[in-house]
């Protein structure tokens, strides 16, 4: 494995895997649905903060993903992209602010699922 895939597996796992459920992870289950809404909304609408603005969740895989071309065949990554699929499709929703409970938990499960297979990703890449 090259030092290049590994630092792009790192960068992912930094910028990616621990923002995009940063606020959802530490939601109990017992959280009204404006909460699960609001924490989706900052998790996924706005992953990357910073002084220029805020960056999606969709939009920082879709500018990384490319650092990944030598796994297309990867189960984590693969994994990875199904997740982003379920996401992708309930976006819309969620920016407009009309995501419903059962949606909001299958959108809270796929940004664990891409936190955890990064980490995984990272972890594997890392003792390669």
Known sequence: MSDVLREAAARAKHDLGKYIAFQT????????????TAALQA??????RGPDGA?????????IR?????????K????VEAAFGTIRTLMPALEGGEIT??????????????AGRLAALHKRLREA
């Open 25 to 36: 992870r530490w939601l109990p289950e017992s959280a009204d649905h404006q909460e699960w």
């Open 43 to 48: 998790d996924l609408l706005q992953t990357r």
């Open 55 to 63: 960056e999606s969740a969709v939009s920082i895989w879709e500018r």
């Open 66 to 74: 490319g650092e990944f071309g030598e796994l297309e065949d990867d």
């Open 76 to 79: 984590d990554i693969a994994r």
């Open 101 to 114: 409970s059962q949606d909001a938990q299958v959108l809270a499960q796929a940004s664990l699922e891409v």
